[in-house]
């Protein structure tokens, strides 16, 4: 990405769970840091937020969970990525993720997962610094 | 040195000092008056816990409702007083375990429910006249409802009986908590429907809970979180007068539910407030004539989003607090959440602890026996007018607005409580909000390991043959006939929930249901609020 461009990242909550406070915080955050936050809200199938990805042209894809069904939809959302052929935009994972879910989330080939209390400073940097 | 300010998150400022003159404007009969009198600053009842305790009403559920069933007993053989059944977000959204959004999510933040076979096993060995019950439910509150009146009548008990409560509170869903089905309109009639059924056939049971719990763990102050609550409760009055109930036939059983957090004199003080507030409202804006109507009947949860996953045994002293300024608040109901809960549904362990801490309130401490101890002090007067104050000027700003329904479908709401989520967040990142083992009193936990409860990955498997047994031994012509009555009835003016038991009673799953009037009315849209 160039110097000019804003960092883009796409926001959303895939399945049921319709707790958001955390997705819109950080969502906040980001903005204020200077990216262009596309929010796509809750209740979203993995393809909704795979086409908005698309659309959209984001430099990372961002997903809150805290139902505890992150691995499944993980799983479900990478292979609708690579279906329309987005598998190398990274996907970044937010929510109420056990240790031992982190370490299997990265293996499946997640960029960053940020469980809760993640200092919101940590977050903006870490997306900064990817390249 | 200059000493810093004391600041409430509501902008209340906490002098460095209380004396008779802070609370010299007040009123000893109008404003604070006797336990059990109106307008009940200090209680509903005269005597308080000195005649009963609170119900203990550990919020549980997660698997096959055998699962459930099982920890139920479980928690009654350990005292517990009150079931609280927590469902899976597919019964929430009124999907089947079939349905292709389902995924991962069968029976896990709650039990799973979809046929009133589901509900039988729940309940199996429960007898429905010796308990009482609460469904956090809400979309689909009318639906489990009469699921559970199908389980009294199949095991004999009259509808006169039955004690519980559902939550059926839309509103707060729309804004905070996200398991909406349906837009407002049609969403508002299920829950009159209910409240009118009850009123009329099971008038023991509480049909709405009304809600402030979510708007607080979603970011907002005790003021936002009180304000919002009255004004929403203030829509669904005015909404069950519309269909033409007198108020004291419905007031007595509407309830309430809140999160009670940190700050212990700020939340002690809302309860104080909210409860003055209400007799007000209720006997000068409604009218009541029954005393019974103006009493604010509560039911909380500790915990929460103040549970922290640092240091996660220190929640159990967190929570235990929470539950100290809960019952110095004059609450009727409570749920305290167990310390692994940051992560996952507690394990059996911990939720026996959780049940503990009430207990040890409750039979040790001695808090119990005087109602309302801190009545007259010049410290928690003063606060409690002043937040009756802030709360009367936000409840006065949204009705100035057209009313809750309104500024929620406007994003006003929403919009309201993430401003302070977000400064929440900022204020803790930046440590000026001490959040003990967060930001303040740190260890190193990279090879700490907990044992958490599991989720069985069966559980969906399961559920989906259980559906297609059902489905299978269910006489379907009767299940067609059903489904095309609903979509009448709910096109019409008639209440559904006579309908809907006889439904469920046929085996008509929670999915088909919720489809037809999907295709009714449609769902709502959420506004945007970034």
Same mark, same amino acid.
């Given at each position: 990405m160039t110097a000019e461009r804003k960092i883009r990242i796409l926001i959303a909550s895939p399945g049921l769970d319709g707790h958001d406070r955390g997705a819109k915080v950080v969502a906040y955050a980001l903005r204020d840091s200077g990216m262009d936050v596309i929010y796509l809200g809750i209740h979203r199938t993995t393809e909704e937020i795979v086409i908005a990805a698309l659309e959209e042209d984001v430099d990372f894809v961002g997903l809150s969970m805290l139902s505890g069904a992150h691995m499944i939809l993980t799983e479900q959302i990478l292979k609708m990525m690579e279906k329309y052929q987005i598998g190398d935009i990274p996907l970044v994972i937010g929510g109420t993720i056990p240790k031992k879910d982190v370490t299997r989330l990265k293996e499946l080939g997640v960029a960053f997962v940020f469980p809760t209390q993640t200092p919101l400073d940590k977050i903006i940097s870490a997306l900064k610094e990817y390249n | 040195m200059t000493e810093t300010k004391r600041v409430l998150e509501t902008g209340i400022e906490i002098r460095p000092q209380y004396t008779q003159e802070d609370i010299?404007?007040?009123? &000893?009969?109008?404003d604070i008056g006797s336990p059990g009198e109106y307008p009940y600053t200090r209680g509903i009842h005269k005597s308080m816990y000195r005649d009963r305790l609170w119900s203990m009403r550990q919020y549980s559920g997660f698997g096959t409702p055998k699962d459930s069933n099982q920890r139920y007993k479980y928690l009654l053989g350990q005292g517990q007083t009150g079931l609280s059944v927590a469902l899976d977000l597919p019964t929430q959204m009124g999907l089947d375990p079939d349905d292709s959004m389902s995924l991962g999510e069968v029976g896990r933040v709650g039990v799973s429910i979809s046929t009133l076979n589901n509900m039988e096993t729940l309940f199996e060995g429960l007898p429905l006249d010796s308990i009482t019950t609460s469904f956090t439910i809400n979309a689909t509150a009318s639906m489990l409802l009469a699921m559970y009146l199908c389980v009294a009548e199949k095991q004999g008990v009259p509808f006169e009986k039955i004690g519980g409560t559902i939550q059926n509170d839309i509103l707060k869903e729309y804004v905070a908590r996200g398991a909406w089905i349906y837009p407002p309109d049609f969403s508002l009639r299920l829950i009159v429907d209910t409240i009118e059924y009850c009123t009329k056939h099971v008038p023991r049971f509480n049909p709405i809970s009304i809600a402030g719990a979510h708007f607080k763990d979603a970011g907002c102050t005790c003021v936002q979180e009180a304000a919002f609550t009255l004004a929403d409760a203030i829509e669904y009055i005015e909404a069950v007068l519309d269909r033409g109930l007198d108020i004291d036939e419905f007031a007595p059983r509407l309830s309430f539910y809140f999160y009670t957090h940190n700050n212990f004199f700020e939340e002690i003080a809302k309860y104080r407030a909210m409860r003055k507030l209400w007799a007000k409202y209720l006997r000068e804006r409604f009218n009541a004539k029954n005393p019974r109507s103006w009493l604010f009947r509560f039911g909380v949860v500790c915990g929460g989003s103040t549970?922290? &996953?640092?240091? &996660?045994?220190?929640n159990t002293t967190r929570v235990a607090y929470q539950a100290l300024a809960s019952v110095l608040g004059g609450v009727q109901s409570m749920f305290t959440c167990a310390w692994d809960e940051p992560f996952s549904i507690p394990t059996e362990e911990n939720a026996r602890l959780a049940l503990r801490t009430q207990q040890v309130l409750g039979f040790e401490t001695g808090v119990v026996d005087t109602p309302d101890p801190l009545g007259g002090s010049y410290f928690v007067e003063s606060l409690t007018k002043e937040m009756e104050d802030k709360i009367v000027e936000l409840i006065e700003k949204i009705e100035s607005r057209g009313g809750m329904v309104k500024s929620i479908t406007e994003g006003f709401v929403q919009r309201q409580i993430m401003q302070e989520a977000l400064k929440k967040e900022k204020r803790i990142s930046s440590g000026e909000a001490a959040v003990v083992g967060v930001n303040?009193?740190?260890?190193? *936990?990279?090879e700490r390991e907990l044992t958490l409860h599991e989720y069985d990955e069966n559980v969906a498997k399961e559920q989906i043959e259980s559906l297609n047994k059902t489905r299978s031994i269910r006489d379907n012509g009767k299940v067609e006939k059903h489904l095309k009555q609903l979509r009448a009835v709910a096109k019409?003016? *008639?209440?559904l929930m006579p309908y809907l038991i006889e439904a469920f009673k046929d085996y008509v799953s929670l999915g088909e249901v919720c489809r037809v009037f999907k295709e009714e009315f449609g769902t709502f849209q959420q506004p945007t609020v970034i």
């Open positions: - | 010299k404007g007040l009123d &000893p009969e109008k549970l922290m &996953p640092q240091q &996660p045994e220190v303040r009193f740190t260890i190193d *936990e990279e019409s003016d *008639e209440n």
